[in-house]
C-alpha cells in the first residue's frame, strides 16, 4: 500500500507562483512514474505532467513552459513548481503513483488563481 500526501496549494494572484509537493510512503514500493493531475469545478480530471522514476518528464501542452515537475528520490517526494499562474490554472491538484503493477492516489491540494 502507498499513501500520498499533497501540500502547497493556496490562492495566489494571476502572474504568480506555487509549488507543490507530494510525498510517497508505504513500505517496499517502486516508482515506475509520478504525475500531477488537476480537476477544475466541472470538469474532467486533466492531466499536467509526468516524470518517470528515470526523471523524465513530459508536459500538458496547457502548461509547458510555465510548470516544472521535479523529484527528490531519495524522499520519495515531487515537486510542481508552477509559475506565471492564470485563472484557468484553478482546481484541485493530485499527485499519482504507478508502482508497476497498480495507481495510487492523493486526496489533492488546492490552487486557486484570482484574476
Known amino acids: 500500500q502507498v499513501q500520498l500526501v499533497e501540500s502547497g496549494g493556496g490562492v495566489v494572484q494571476a502572474g504568480g507562483s506555487l509549488r507543490l509537493s507530494c510525498i510517497a510512503s508505504?513500505?517496499?514500493?517502486?516508482?515506475?512514474?509520478m504525475t500531477w493531475d488537476r480537476q477544475a469545478p466541472g470538469k474532467q480530471r486533466e492531466w499536467v505532467a509526468t516524470?518517470?522514476?528515470?526523471?523524465?518528464?513530459t508536459y500538458a501542452d496547457s502548461v509547458k513552459g510555465r510548470f516544472t515537475i521535479s523529484r527528490e528520490g531519495s524522499k520519495n517526494t515531487i515537486y510542481l513548481q508552477m509559475n506565471s499562474l492564470k485563472p484557468e490554472d484553478t482546481a484541485v491538484y493530485s499527485c499519482?503513483?504507478?508502482?508497476?503493477?497498480?495507481?495510487?492516489w492523493g486526496q489533492g491540494t488546492q490552487v486557486t488563481v484570482s484574476s
Open positions: 516524470i518517470t522514476g528515470a526523471d523524465t518528464t
Open positions: 508505504g513500505r517496499g514500493f517502486s516508482i515506475n512514474y
Open positions: 499519482r503513483l504507478n508502482n508497476f503493477f497498480a495507481d495510487y
